[in-house]
């Protein structure tokens, strides 16, 4: 069986995601299915509306980073440079597609799960839902559209999700921009059976409750400084118990990816577009394996899941290195 199911439906293009027991992580070659579907399915009459669903109790929880890890340590990087290259070029193609995409989110959406389900038009969470960006810990960046999303939270709330990878349940994901509907599940059946008849007023415009996020002027006066050691040091004066989550978070995360997820915030200007944080992304990612810690957060993480990972040592200024333009090899969204 395909890792993903592609057809269409009455006047849905459906994409369901079928790789239950891996969390239905996402595969470079389910990326590019994903990307031709969407592209076949553009100026197809046929189809009025895209609706991207998974099986099992996660929607994504992020992107299957085997083979980077396996090509990675035998000194081959153009392999994760490609994958990332095509998977932004999808988060960019969902985010600004011309039909709507309607994404059904339950259990985990994390990483590469964000850049499938969170650029949608119609992004719809219900009990189960717990959305993350928890890059930091493998030596990665929040990408795949991620930063834009985090950049446009409200106050230092995207600086603070980033760095450390807090889980966001429905209410909070709708609030921090990465969801905008709330359905509990099991009405899910009904709405999809009124989106394959190409019905969108079916979609609800509820959330399920206030949000749960921590004091907004706490966040902000622990998180809104321009480097990670004034971070650190106002996140060691704050209290309360989301104070002691951050910072058992940020031991525990690769220090100059998390050095570099906030520079990208702060280099990422208010109106900034989709495509200027996944060049920014690119920057970091495509370089994280030969000169950060990808390789490294990887082995301790998820190979040997000894949850020691030795990361690089960081001194100030090296984030700059890291999301130095590429010249040449800057992101385009053009197919190569």
């Known amino acids: 069986m395909s890792d993903v199911d592609i057809r269409i439906e009455g006047r849905a293009g459906r994409i ?16 590019l299915a994903v990307n031709a579907a969407l592209d076949a399915w553009a100026d197809d009459q046929a189809v009025d509306l895209v609706l991207i669903d998974a099986e099992g109790r996660a929607f994504c929880a992020g992107g299957d980073i085997a083979e980077m890890y396996a090509t990675g340590t035998r000194g081959d990087f153009d392999y994760g440079r490609q994958f990332w290259r095509d998977e932004y070029r999808m988060n960019a193609r969902i985010s600004d597609y011309a039909k709507p995409i309607v994404a059904l989110m339950q259990g985990y959406t ?38 834009w999303i985090l950049r446009r939270a409200p106050g230092a709330y995207g600086i603070w999700a980033g760095l450390t990878g807090a889980r966001l349940g429905p209410a909070e994901a709708i609030a921090m921009g990465f969801a905008g509907t709330f359905l509990p599940e099991d009405d899910w059946p009904a709405l999809t059976r009124a989106l394959v008849a190409g019905d969108l007023t079916a979609l609800p415009a509820t959330t399920p409750s206030d949000p749960a996020l921590p004091d907004p002027d706490a966040i902000t ?28 978070a940020m031991a525990y995360n690769s220090p100059l990816s998390m050095a570099c997820a906030l520079a990208m ?8 577009t989709i495509r200027d944080a996944l060049r920014l992304e690119y920057r970091a990612t495509s370089r994280s394996a030969e000169k950060g810690d990808f390789l490294e957060g990887i082995r301790a993480r998820i190979i040997d899941r000894d949850n020691r990972p030795g990361w690089r040592p960081y001194a100030p200024g090296d984030e700059a290195a890291m999301l130095a333009p590429l010249g040449p090899d800057e992101l385009t969204f053009t197919e190569d």
């Not at 719809?124 to 890059?135: C, D, N």
């Not at 971070?231 to 910072?247: H, I, P, S, Y």
Request: glycine letters at 12%; aromatic letters at 4%.
């Open 221 to 248: 006066a622990a998180f809104d400084h321009a480097d990670l050691h004034s971070v650190r040091r106002a996140l060691d004066e704050a209290t309360g118990d989301w104070a002691e989550d951050a910072r058992k």
């Open 110 to 147: 994390m990483g590469g799960g964000v850049g499938l389900g969170c650029h949608a038009s119609h992004r719809v969470v219900g009990q189960t839902s717990r959305i993350a960006m928890p890059e930091c810990s493998i030596g990665l960046v929040p990408d795949v559209g991620g930063s």
């Open 265 to 272: 915030q702060h280099q990422l200007a208010p109106d900034a």
């Open 16 to 31: 369901t995601l079928t790789r239950p027991k891996a969390l239905n992580a996402l595969t470079y070659e389910m990326c």
